[in-house]
């Protein structure tokens, strides 16, 4: 780390309320909302301000020692248990260097390990370095397999002294029910749009509404989407959308070529939000996900039939579900296309 981990603006307000009842604090939290709001800076500047040694208003100084240590990536009192996956992403040199040292693998695991866990035991019956809390923060929760989740889930049964779990999740119906019942709940909701966008001009994007929107309002995942593509709207979408409204016509063909490039969990994603942009404007609502589509989606919606566009949404989340997997990817393609424009015929 470069700097202690601090809170986002939309942040601030419930974090300073929520840590202000630190004295009476549960020995496991469960941090869980939509993906893309922060809640892993969440959770990562909540381990921070626990471990300040000169709090103000709750929050970390950034001055003290502890804060010195977390900035530098030293602190002795802190263990961030992700996948390895996730380590070499955030920039590790290898896959928990700081937390485990068995993570030397030639594919980093999307899992989180048992070996991880088990390798806490020491360091769960250390001494903290300065007097006061013991902080574990770990994410994703729904990276947890049945091992580790049992593993993870005999430690809190049995909590070790001084020690508080932060886990962070998008889902938590996808955790182990016993783990869940024994954390207590902090849901993070979606921040204000006002804010929202405020922050991204901060960090320089331009047309940042139009981001947030396509991400569906979640600020951190339209920054990380700016960085992917160029437009908001894909220009396969605008294609298919173009088809879609019988204007003028586009050929699924080339739409399909450009997604052969694209990982399917990705074009899918952006496929459902359209059909979510039809189905909210079919039912007088207003567009959510791409309002640069509005005229076409409302040639469309004006047209479609609901029970075809909610089955349509549901075919979707069955293939988003088992995207990672398809037979012939190119034979996928076209079969979603072609799907997609018939339900809107």
């Known amino acids: 780390m470069s700097a202690y981990p601090q809170f986002l603006p939309w942040q601030l307000a419930s974090a300073t309320a929520w840590l202000g009842q630190r004295e009476r604090f549960a020995h496991a939290w469960l941090i869980h909302g939509l993906p ?8 990562l500047a909540a381990a921070a301000s626990l471990l300040c040694e ?32 996730i380590a ?36 769960f ?31 809190l049964e049995e909590p070790p002294r ?13 955790l182990l029910p016993t783990l869940v019942s ?42 990380e989407l700016s960085r992917m593509r160029e437009q908001a709207c894909p220009d396969w979408l605008n294609m298919l959308a173009s088809l879609m409204a019988n204007a003028p016509r586009s050929d699924i063909g080339k739409i399909a070529d450009l997604l052969e490039k694209q990982a399917a969990v990705s074009w899918i994603d952006n496929l459902q939000r359209l059909f ?7 039912n007088q609502e207003p567009i959510r996900y791409f309002p640069a589509l509005s005229v076409m989606v409302g040639v469309i919606a004006a047209r479609a039939n609901m029970i075809n566009l909610l089955e349509m949404n549901r075919w979707l989340a069955q293939q988003r579900a088992v995207s990672g997997h398809p037979l012939n990817p190119k034979l996928f393609i076209h079969a979603a296309l072609q799907r997609a424009a018939l339900a809107c015929a």
Do not use: M
């Open 36 to 43: 893309g709001i922060g809640k892993s800076q969440f959770a």
């Open 54 to 85: 000169q709090p103000v208003q709750g929050l970390a100084c950034g001055h003290c020692i502890a804060c010195s240590w977390l900035a530098s990536g030293n602190h002795p009192d802190i263990r961030r248990i992700r996948p390895d996956a």
């Open 88 to 123: 070499l992403l955030e920039g590790a040199q290898e896959a928990g260097a700081e937390e485990d040292a068995t993570a030397v693998k030639k594919t980093p695991s999307k899992e989180i390990r048992v070996e991880q866990l088990r390798s806490l035991t020491t360091w």
């Open 125 to 155: 019956n250390t001494a903290t370095h300065r007097g006061g809390w013991r902080v574990a923060v770990l994410y994703p929760a729904q990276a947890l397999n049945v091992i580790s989740a049992n593993a993870l889930l005999k430690v």
């Open 162 to 174: 001084h020690t508080v779990f932060l886990l962070v999740a998008d889902a938590p119906d996808r």
């Open 182 to 223: 024994r954390c207590r709940r902090l849901p993070l909701s979606v921040p204000d749009a006002v804010q929202s966008i405020a922050w991204l001009e901060q960090q320089g994007l331009k047309q940042p509404a139009d981001w947030l929107a396509a991400a569906g309002g979640a600020p951190l995942l339209a920054l």
């Open 276 to 282: 979510v942009d039809i189905t909210l404007v079919a």
